[in-house]
């Protein structure tokens, strides 16, 4: 059975969110394909953008300005693996390349406020629904 993880980075203080990007993208994440991506199925980078509390109401808009400082996270990674086996043998290597990892996260990450949390993914079927009247 495939095991989504998500991984909720939240940037370094100080760091703009381009620079957090450009390192993010051109550092951590080709650092973690090298050491990991054997391991994964599927593996992407949500960038945060235009956020609204529900208590706020309103929507989305077209995300061209950042997520604020409010959300939390400014990018929400998604690893799958095909089994647990997969994801074990990663925690293996993380161990393995643990300063190696520890000092690129320390470039661009404000580490105690990152997460990586396991997840279960419900999705529902909508081919029915397009085309359908609203």
């Not at 909720?8 to 050491?35: D, I, Q, T």
């Not at 706020?56 to 950042?66: H, Y």
């Not at 409010?70 to 998604?78: A, F, H, I, P, T």
């Amino acid at each position: 059975m495939p095991i989504k993880l998500l991984v909720m980075v939240k940037r370094k203080p100080g760091l703009s969110p381009e620079a957090f990007r450009e390192g993010y993208e051109n550092g951590h994440a080709r650092l973690a394909v090298e050491l990991f991506g054997h391991l994964w199925t599927e593996y992407r980078r949500n960038y945060l953008r235009a956020a609204h509390s529900f208590v706020e109401g309103g929507g989305p808009t077209d995300g061209e300005q950042a997520a604020d400082a409010g959300v939390g996270y400014d990018v929400v990674s998604e690893l799958v693996f095909p089994d647990r086996a997969a994801l074990d043998e990663m925690n293996r290597l993380a161990l393995e390349h643990h300063d190696q990892l520890k000092q690129d996260e320390e470039r661009y990450f404000d580490r105690p406020h990152c997460w990586m949390v396991a997840c279960e993914t419900l999705e529902e079927d909508l081919s029915a629904r397009r085309g359908a009247p609203a």
